[in-house]
């Protein structure tokens, strides 16, 4: 009866909860409808047109006053933003407010790791913390939407953005997108300190040719759906606000005029009902692209493909009142876009609270606040190499030099998309150590370079004798922020400048040498790594990058950072990722290499198999590498099932034990390989990941629950199936390593 009676309650709970989003929809549509049918058609063009705030606002307030603008970009100082958004409340015909956006990629003021290194933490949950931080030092700026994250899958490192991606994997990107996505909206987004995501850049756009940016893709739908859509539609199945469309045109049609992906894809399938906004001018560089004859075509092309809100162009604010009244576009497919532009401002509150509250204590820079980015710093740490013991410091170490670019490097340490973060709050490397350790040991420091590209060697004898000063020596190299991120792309990854011949002159003086590395990208450091006893890469590590590597060169924390990205040995290696397609001829890992190859060898004796006769198939690092200070072992390997229905979920466990002699957190990693399809498949797929803190001798249980759904592909009919055949497993600490078992699907 007790049953009965808990069955019933939560049955009318459910009717209740239906009926109730049901009326909030309904309300919410009744505003949206009542507010549109009050527009002039001039009005509603305005409300689709995004602008740029910096510079002079005088004409911008002239625009806002007539209503021809809906959205501004980059204004953060509140008190600007609620002059602005009082001439659109209060003094527009029709009352709308502005919605205020900004590129929040990475932090606001308090900066974070860049998202390449935020994906090395492996570690959904602290990245939310981080994006949430970010919305509340954004918001109490005036911003409420902003455009991040960025999840395009990237698998190419001469790429500049790659350094705004969470890496190579459509599965870490996926969880990393739904974390910011729910850090930026938090609970409800209409509460003050709630801020609309943006999910970007819609399609494929990681994938530009030769890495140059901008440039064009051809990705066919197959892949498109099983690699570079998934993060997008786990966005907006998370409530992602609004889509952002990318530059580059794939298999012939710019992303901005893609009718089948916005309407088809995004709308149709998918049932988004957020704002789809265009990329910096990407509307009317369809006329570049060649796939529209003038402005007045782009415009058309653009919004009936299903872009809403066009980003600086000003071609829908200039064209939408003479494409209406020619009929070449009708009025209810501006009203759609209206009603999606309007449907956002309503769900951010801004028609009830349109104002940034100045009085609010700030909470910018808070202790809690850069807490969190040490933590992210911390976590996105890989360590590749540790020899002799080098890291952790020991407490005999009395002395210590500091060298290189990236060690005193406040405005490079923070990398790019860093809007608004303060340079003079940066901790470097070296006035970290000195304030947290300098009491404990001699910090001495000589910069070497002044920044990654100084060729200049004119400091390397003095680097030289300060070496033969102290017991260990500490450099810090990499990129400079310029090097990194949107149109800085690189025909080749190596370290700039004389990087390169400054670790050289520092391995020769026998001293024990840790490398540091500080980039947006994976670089070429197979000598530099060779050179070095230990290397950390730190990626861009941001606001308190210098106290997370304090506190992990001397041990209070033992990193636990993986790659999100695979490592190549040289640029020419690229595009290399791990989970590529086997081909009909896989490399062995038996081939000869350059020099063992005979003179006036025969056509066949190097055998006939994919790889290269310099380097090899192998990259550098494979995709979730990374060391710890101590040691993990794994063992016990089980699934609960060897044989599986399609629709049945599979239970998976390892016993990973803690044999070194430290504490650290190891990241298990869950890949499945898919034996045999209607299509080639991936070699192997990254399918879960868990982080677990161990004790020295410490041993846990880890279980993954995988269900067949998730080892669903787009197959050869195009349809997303779970195919019979089978499997294997493999956890390890990384997509190379592990124990391995197989089962089946019947
Ligand atoms: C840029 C970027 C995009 C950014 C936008 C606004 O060109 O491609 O990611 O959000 O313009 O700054």
Not at 457 to 475: E, P, R, T, W, Y
Request: hydrophobic share 35%.
């Amino acid at each position: 009866m007790y049953m009965k009676k808990i069955l019933c309650l939560l049955y009318l709970l459910s009717i209740f909860c239906f009926s109730h989003a049901q009326n909030e929809n309904t309300y919410l549509k009744q505003k949206i409808d009542s507010t549109l049918s009050g527009m002039t058609i001039r009005e509603k063009a305005g409300q689709l047109n995004q602008l740029d705030g910096r510079g002079t606002i005088e004409n911008l307030k002239i625009l806002i006053r007539k209503g021809e603008i809906g959205s501004v970009m980059n204004v953060t100082e509140p008190e600007i933003v609620n002059e602005l958004q009082e001439i659109a409340y209060k003094q527009s015909r029709t009352g709308i407010p502005l919605v205020f956006t900004r590129d929040v990629v990475h932090g606001f003021k308090t900066m974070l790791p860049i998202p390449l290194g935020q994906a090395a933490t492996f570690h959904p949950e602290l990245i939310q913390k981080g994006a949430r931080i970010a919305a509340i030092e954004a918001t109490e700026h005036g911003v409420r939407w902003s455009f991040a994250p960025m999840i395009d899958i990237s698998r190419d490192a001469r790429w500049g953005r790659i350094a705004e991606s969470f890496g190579e994997d459509t599965y870490l990107t996926e969880q990393m997108a739904v974390a910011v996505v729910n850090g930026f909206q938090g609970d409800n987004l209409s509460n003050p300190q709630s801020m609309a995501a943006c999910a970007k850049h819609f399609i494929g756009y990681g994938t530009v040719e030769g890495g140059r940016d901008y440039n064009s893709t051809h990705i066919p739908e197959r892949q498109l759906r099983d690699v570079y859509l998934p993060p997008f539609e786990k966005a907006v199945k998370a409530n992602c606000s609004s889509i952002m469309t990318s530059f580059n045109d794939n298999d012939g049609i710019p992303a901005t005029g893609n009718k089948k992906l916005l309407k088809g894809i995004l709308r149709k399938e998918w049932k988004f009902d957020g704002v789809v906004v265009s990329d910096w001018g990407s509307v009317t560089e369809m006329i570049k692209h060649g796939f529209a004859e003038d402005r007045k075509d782009a415009a058309r092309k653009a919004i009936e493909a299903g872009l809403d809100m066009d980003m600086s162009s000003k071609a829908f604010i200039q064209n939408i009142e003479e494409l209406i009244a020619k009929g070449i576009i009708t009025e209810e497919t501006l009203d759609n876009a209206v009603r999606n532009v309007l449907r956002l401002k309503f769900r951010l509150g801004l028609f009830d609270n349109p104002y940034t509250d100045i009085n609010k204590k700030k909470e910018t820079y808070s202790d809690k606040h850069l807490a969190i980015a040490k933590k992210i710093a911390e976590e996105s740490v890989v360590l590749l190499k540790n020899e002799n013991r080098t890291l952790p410091l020991s407490p005999k170490i009395k002395s210590i030099l500091i060298v290189g670019p990236l060690s005193d490097a406040p405005h490079d340490q923070l990398g790019t998309w860093t809007m608004d973060g303060e340079t003079e709050r940066t901790q470097t490397p070296v006035k970290a150590l000195r304030e947290m350790y300098g009491d404990k040991v001699e910090i001495h420091f000589v910069k070497g370079l002044e920044y990654s590209r100084d060729k200049n060697k004119m400091n390397f004898n003095k680097v030289l004798a300060k070496a033969s000063q102290v017991d260990v020596i500490i450099a810090f190299i990499g990129e400079e922020a310029i090097l990194s991120g949107e149109a800085h792309c690189l025909a080749d990854i190596k370290l700039q400048g004389a990087q390169s011949e400054l670790i050289k002159i520092l391995s020769g003086t026998n001293k024990p040498l840790i490398t540091v590395i500080m980039a947006g990208r994976p670089l070429i450091i197979n000598e530099e790594l060779n050179l070095s006893d230990a290397v950390l890469y730190a990626w861009h590590p941001g606001t308190m990058g210098g106290n997370a590597l304090a506190d992990i060169l001397f041990g209070k924390t033992t990193p636990s950072g993986k790659l999100p990205v695979t490592f190549p040995k040289a640029t020419g290696q690229i595009p290399i990722y791990y989970n590529h397609t086997n081909t009909g001829r896989p490399a062995t890992g038996k081939e000869k290499s350059l020099d063992e190859i005979p003179l006036n060898a025969k056509q066949s004796v190097l055998g006939h198999s994919s790889y290269y006769l310099d380097l090899g198939a192998q990259p550098l690092f494979p995709f979730g590498y990374g060391l710890s200070y101590t040691s993990f072992e794994y063992s016990d390997l089980k699934t609960d099932h060897t044989v599986l229905t399609p629709n049945d979920t599979l239970s998976i466990s390892v016993k990973v034990k803690n044999t070194g002699q430290y504490k650290g957190t190891e990241v298990v990693q869950l890949y499945v390989s898919d034996l045999f399809g209607s299509v080639t498949r991936p070699v192997k797929e990254l399918k879960g990941f868990k982080r677990i803190e161990l004790s020295p001798n410490e041993e846990k249980m880890v279980v993954f629950e995988l269900s067949s759904y998730e080892l669903s592909f787009w197959n050869i009919n195009m349809k997303k199936e779970v195919e019979p055949g089978k499997f294997k497993i493999r956890i390890g600490t990384d997509s190379q390593s592990g124990l391995e078992t197989f089962f089946e699907i019947k």
